[in-house]
């Protein structure tokens, strides 16, 4: 329930403040920004391109093209049909490494973000 919340909001709502119990978080030193459910501790981390903070300050976020292939990702763009039926962000869960790890993205993923093993095949 917690997840859907913050989804429907990063969705339809960009560039307000995300709504409690969740707190956006950028940490400098790594170049990282995730959100963290502070009733839970739950960390979403937010790999999309372009980060809209409000007040028209946005984050430019190439953190995410580490994993993503950009050619698959254009096969899959080039299917008109999927791309309009496709959703504005994905959320994606990783957890070769022991720990579970949540990424919000708005292409598929392609290469995991730990190991880069292949996680998705274009058909």
Not at 33 to 56: A, K, M, Q, S
Not at 60 to 72: H, K, P, R
Not at 80 to 106: D, I, W
Request: hydrophobic fraction near 40%; aromatic fraction near 16%; proline fraction near 7%.
């Amino acid at each position: 329930m917690a997840i859907t919340l913050l989804f429907n909001f990063l969705s339809n709502y960009p560039s307000s403040h995300v709504p409690y119990p969740w707190q956006r978080v950028l940490d400098i030193p790594s170049n990282l920004l995730y959100y963290y459910h502070l009733e839970t501790g739950l960390v979403i981390y937010d790999f999309r391109p372009f980060v809209n903070f409000g007040e028209g300050v946005f984050m430019e976020n190439d953190i995410g093209f580490n994993f993503t292939d950009q050619e698959v990702c254009q096969q899959l763009n080039n299917d008109y049909e999927n791309f309009l039926n496709a959703p504005s962000l994905l959320l994606f869960c990783c957890a070769c490494s022991g720990k579970t790890y949540y990424g919000v993205v708005e292409q598929p993923i392609v290469r995991c973000p730990l190991c880069k093993c292949i996680t998705m095949m274009s058909p």
